[in-house]
């Protein structure tokens, strides 16, 4: 078994092969990993932080944080999730910075922090460039017998991945896994996050 990386419109994408022995003497692609943002939904990755991040200190402006302080703390915990040793899933790993700079408690602001990815989250769609050939790819994968999984980084929660998702247009079922911050414990650029997917699945011979 091994891997490759391919690059064009839908970089990143990586791809997991599996030798097959007949007289072509051909690999098999069995396997395909896809990022999201940037890849499966085109944007400026910078210009999308950029806007989305506004809308969420709005939120917490109730809680007495200020923008620049929310968006600070903000970028520490995705920090933690980046460093996450495998102890915690990369929610726990973010809440638990949040707590110990902002003050506030997770109890408090947790459920106001999902329902701004549901709602004025997707606000920030107007930063992307959803492209009609994402779907097709997919689809097209899955036609030829291949599995997709959307390795997207895990440092969002399920909430404001699905909603990306769908301003991408692309099918939440088509794929094996999608990874949330809720069930992940390691962040790209880290091997250990594209071990513990591939661990998941069975494909533990695949070398990275």
Avoid at 41 to 55: G, I, R, S, T, W
Avoid at 63 to 84: D, R, S
Avoid at 144 to 160: C, E, S
Avoid at 174 to 203: R, S
């Amino acid at each position: 078994m091994g891997q490759k990386r391919l690059t064009g419109d839908f970089a990143p994408v990586t791809v997991i092969s599996e030798n097959r022995k007949d007289d072509r003497k051909r690999n098999m692609i069995k396997h395909v990993l896809f990022d999201l943002d940037g890849t499966l939904l085109p944007m400026d990755q910078n210009e999308f932080v950029k806007y989305y991040m506004p809308l969420l200190a709005k939120r917490f402006v109730k809680y007495g944080m200020e923008p620049k302080a929310l968006i600070g703390t903000i970028w520490k915990g995705v920090e933690a999730m980046v460093l996450n040793d495998g102890s915690m899933t990369n929610e726990d790993a973010f809440w638990k910075c949040f707590e110990e700079i902002s003050g506030l408690s997770r109890a408090e602001v947790e459920q106001d922090t999902l329902d701004f990815y549901a709602n004025e989250f997707n606000e920030a769609i107007a930063s992307t460039k959803p492209n009609p050939r994402a779907d097709q790819v997919v689809k097209l994968l899955k036609e030829h017998g291949v599995k997709v999984y959307l390795a997207t980084n895990p440092i969002f929660p399920r909430v404001g991945t699905m909603n990306r998702i769908r301003w991408a247009g692309i099918d939440a079922e088509d794929f094996e896994v999608i990874t949330t911050y809720e069930t992940y414990h390691y962040c790209k650029p880290n091997p250990k996050y594209f071990q513990e997917v591939m661990e998941e699945f069975g494909l533990k011979n695949a070398s990275w």
